[in-house]
């Protein structure tokens, strides 16, 4: 009896297989490195993607409720054959098929966190273990986002990872910074548990243009009132610190760090330290010095001091911020004025 009529493995075919479509050919369907950035219509995502879509090798799905993000901080690459932009809220699951995740989707500003409290804890809990999910069914390698604000009013300065940190647990900034503590305790139990690839990163204060004109954070706040002639806001009692990172050191930090092999937590941020008072004045000398400042009632739990330690970030992913506060706030005033109309004169 003939081999090939035992069972249909070897039957001639009398007809030949289609062919792959041309497009199959072209350089926009030979992408190897599928990624996933949740939250990426917001400033850093936003940052994060432009240079994920640099390599031709890369696709970049974006997921986003456009709570705080927008779809013109992405308008350059809507319709572009490698991007793909979906409304899309974390809290819900999702199903996509990909290689990495960047998860970033969560408010970021204290006045946006604290404004639905109870939709912020969702977004770190729900949405992270989401995001773990998908890694989980795909084998994905995924990233969080996390932040400086997991230390709280730090007792040791600067802080360094081995820092557990200060955190009021029933406070107004609680949603975001145990809501993150939370986040992170889910992708080290994942790892563990499930030897899920994880990347965890916590960012220290990250500025630079499409901020929110009115996104509430500091040096958007200061430099939209510097433009507007307006006083300076210093909340009380001025000598609070803070350290900030430029947001293109920051998404090569968060790069390096996904295609490192080290899993964190690792703190990125610029360890230039200093008070708002001090910033105040920096952006007043810089952008109008006809402002007045003016002190204002600070809020709850604000943190007294932040400046990270990055040791670890520079020997584990040979990285440093390169950007200096000086240098980085005249690239923020630049898009601001257009944004805002206001012309240098
Ligand atoms: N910028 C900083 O200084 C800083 C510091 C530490 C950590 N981070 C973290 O980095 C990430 C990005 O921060 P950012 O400064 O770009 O803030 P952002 O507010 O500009 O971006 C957050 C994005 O997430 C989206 N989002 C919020 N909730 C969502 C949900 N439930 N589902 C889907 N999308 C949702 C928003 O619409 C927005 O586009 C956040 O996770 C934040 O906690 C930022
Ligand atoms: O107009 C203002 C706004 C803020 N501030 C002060 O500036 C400091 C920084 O405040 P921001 O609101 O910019 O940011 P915070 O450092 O409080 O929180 C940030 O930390 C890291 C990230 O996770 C988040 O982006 C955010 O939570 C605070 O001491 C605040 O009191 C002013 O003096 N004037």
New binding site residues.
Partial sequence: MAANSSNGDHQTPTKSPPLPSPLRFSKFFQSNMRILVTGGAGFIGSHLVDRLMENEKNEVIVVDNYFTGSKDNLKKWIGHPRFELKRHDVTEPLLVEVDQIYHLACP???IFYKYNPVKTIKTNVIGTLNMLGLAKRLGARILLTS???VYGDPLVHPQPETYWGNVNPIGVRSC?DEGKRVAETLMFDYHRQHGIEIRVAR???TYGPRMNIDD????S?FIAQALRGEPL???SPGT?T?SFCYVSDLVDGLIRLMEGEHTGPINLGNPGEFT?TELAETVKELINPKVEVKMVE??PD??RQ?KPDITKAKELLGWEPKVKLRDGLPLMEEDFRLRLGVDKN
């Fill in positions: 970021a500003s204290p932040t400086s604000e975001y960012i220290f204060n509430g954070r500091v040096v706040n806001t210093v909340q609070q803070r708002m600070n809020t604000d943190p932040r």
